[in-house]
């Protein structure tokens, strides 16, 4: 995708919730994470993926958002199913993880499931990534993503591990 918002909602997407109106104080929220499908036009191109919590696995915590920035943490467990064919994958996704938001970058700390990488992203990981670490996206003034740079853990293409 290639919106500003988009991204930032596919940040949050992975913990279950969208950014609401924001006051100065900073909101609590818990975070219990809740299945979806990642539709083929928006991640993996040929196939749909389905995310969900990992059976017995803790699935939860909390998100402190502030005015700029959001803090997760506390355990949450994903596993993602290729639709097609059946393949799956688990993901530990749990925090600590730290997003802030600017007007032209976004940067993400932390294990991050981004969904929707736009051809701007580093070869191999147009679709779905898996990052840990550092993540700086940079857009236009129209909104669109002109960067991405990783610092950390080399980000894994999901997409490649479902298939």
């Given at each position: 995708m290639k919106q500003f918002s988009s991204v930032c909602t596919v940040a949050l997407l992975l913990l279950g919730l969208a950014l609401?109106?924001?006051?100065a104080k900073p909101t609590i929220v818990d975070n219990p994470f809740t299945p979806f499908v990642i539709p083929a036009a928006n991640?993996?191109?040929t196939f749909d993926v389905n995310a969900a919590p990992t059976a017995g696995r803790p699935n939860g915590g909390r998100v402190i958002l502030f005015a700029n920035s959001a803090i997760a943490s506390g355990p949450v467990f994903v596993t993602l199913?290729?639709?097609?064919?059946?393949?799956?994958?688990?993901?530990?996704?749990?925090?600590?993880?730290?997003?802030?938001?600017?007007?032209?970058?976004?940067?993400?700390?932390?294990?991050?499931l981004l969904i929707g990488f736009?051809?701007?992203?580093?070869?191999?990981?147009q679709g779905i990534a898996?990052?840990?670490?550092?993540?700086?996206?940079?857009f236009d003034d129209s909104g669109n993503?002109?960067?991405?740079n990783f610092v950390g853990k080399t980000p894994q293409d999901v997409c490649a591990l479902l298939e």
């Open positions: 609401p109106a924001l006051a991640g993996c191109g199913t290729n639709l097609t064919t059946g393949k799956s994958i688990n993901l530990n996704i749990s925090g600590p993880a730290k997003f802030g938001f600017t007007n032209n970058t976004t940067v993400l700390q932390g294990p991050t736009p051809p701007v992203a580093p070869p191999n990981l898996f990052a840990k670490g550092r993540t700086v996206i940079k993503i002109i960067s991405v």
